[in-house]
């Protein structure tokens, strides 16, 4: 045993009351980031902070307490919750959701049977970075529409200045946060916008205390429980291609941080098992899914606080925190101008992650195969391509994941 892990090893056996105190300090790095997910896609904050919680709990039993992440709501799956409450409400959605759980189940199965690189073979880069970019580039209009002041619930007697100064100041705040910002604090990005934001809007009279001043302070999180409609779980299959290699990275991630090789032990099968259990509970209760979260692996370098007990005091700070009514009267009163300032970054950043997978593996774009499957997939996703079945349509990432994965499949190699 190397002197790193016998030191990780005696502070895992430690026990302090700061624990508790880490536990919040990680949920808070996560919080805004977390909440971001349901107020953007119309589910309740406070069954998110519920699942992520219980979702943590359930991901620690199952990789037998060795790794130290939280799970919280997951950005690849933001346009596809809100195209499919749109399209079919919002149990149908869950019923979907609940299902996505049961795929990500599906490949830690078929890691344990063909080990850890059948990931790789299935999803290669030329198949996951074109989708993540989809992902992020499709949300584009929403983002700009939310920033220029047309979401709902905005006065109408707001000069529209007003609000493209409010989401911009966010978005500037943003910003500069997450490239200046030192130690603790650029950690906080989101949370740092939605701050400078929400009091600028205050000073705008663009809140509304009311709801806040009226929720009481203990209240049971609104669950809503699935429905199944074979449509909307088609269309939510796919989404699960880009969270598992983002889940892949994040282990591999901790794992540098940590000097621990967590997809051999508990092994990436048990992760992806987590994640998935933790996805499909989300669903079961109305929350949206949960996947491993970077901003909390972000503070475990910082901290360089590597004891699972504290991801377990988070979790339990969430679900505490899910049943006090006044925070998510507060979450909702956050103005969608504010959230649309950091969207514009926050989904174009999902975009470049997809552009970053590209460059890292060294994608040649000039070998035709590689070019076809690229180009297909950004026109399709970007330009609202619909294969319309009568009773079913396919379209958006779904029709994207699927033609990528059949042209990967189908196209010959050099």
């Known amino acids: 045993m190397s002197s790193h892990e016998i030191t990780n090893q005696v502070e895992n056996n ?20 977390l909440v971001l997910v349901p107020l953007l896609t119309g589910l309740n904050p406070n069954v998110a902070l519920f699942t992520a919680g219980l979702g943590t709990i359930l991901f620690q039993i199952t990789t037998r307490g060795k790794v130290p992440v939280f799970l919280a709501s997951s950005f690849a799956f933001i346009a596809p919750i809100s195209y ?38 299935i999803l290669p880069p030329v198949v996951t970075g074109p989708i993540i970019m989809v992902i992020g580039l ?63 809007s205050c000073f705008l009279g663009l809140v509304n205390f009311q709801p806040v001043y009226d929720a009481p302070w203990f209240a049971l999180p609104n669950f809503t429980f699935p429905e199944f409609k074979w449509q909307a779980v088609l269309y939510m299959i796919p989404i699960v291609i880009a969270p598992t290699i983002e889940h892949v990275g994040d282990i591999m991630a901790i794992g540098s941080v940590t000097g621990k090789d967590y997809t051999k032990e508990p092994g990436l099968q048990r992760t992806l098992f987590g994640d998935g259990l933790a996805t499909s509970a989300a669903g079961l209760l109305g929350g949206p899914p949960c996947i491993t979260y970077a901003e909390v692996i972000g503070a475990v370098t910082l901290t360089r606080n590597f004891k699972t007990r504290v991801m377990t005091w988070a979790a339990i700070w969430a679900i505490v925190m899910s049943f006090i009514g006044k925070v998510g009267a507060f979450l909702a009163s956050i103005p969608s101008v504010v959230m649309g300032g950091i969207m514009v970054l926050l989904f174009g950043s999902i975009a470049s992650v997809g552009i970053n997978i590209l460059v890292k593996h060294k994608v040649d774009l000039s070998v035709s195969r590689n070019m076809c499957i690229t180009a297909l997939v950004l026109v399709f996703g970007i330009g609202g391509m619909v294969f319309d079945f009568g009773s079913y349509a396919l379209e958006g990432i779904s029709l994207c994941g699927i033609l990528a994965i059949v042209l990967n499949l189908i196209l010959p190699r050099a």
């Open 14 to 33: 430690k026990h302090s009351w700061l624990d508790i105190l880490t536990g919040a300090q990680m949920l808070f790095v996560a919080f805004g980031a």
């Open 84 to 121: 499919g409450v749109a399209q079919w409400g919002i149990p149908a959605t869950l019923g979907g959701l609940m299902v996505a759980g049961f795929v990500f189940m599906l490949f830690g199965f078929l890691v344990k049977i063909n080990g850890a690189n059948v990931i790789n073979r």
């Open 138 to 200: 499709s949300l584009a209009p929403v983002a700009i529409g939310m920033a220029m002041g047309t979401g709902e619930g905005i006065p109408a007697n707001i000069p529209k200045y007003q609000l493209i100064l409010v989401s911009m100041i966010s978005l500037l705040t943003t910003l500069i946060v997450a490239i200046w910002a030192k130690g603790f604090l650029k950690l906080l990005p989101i949370i740092s916008g939605i701050v400078v934001g929400y009091v600028l």
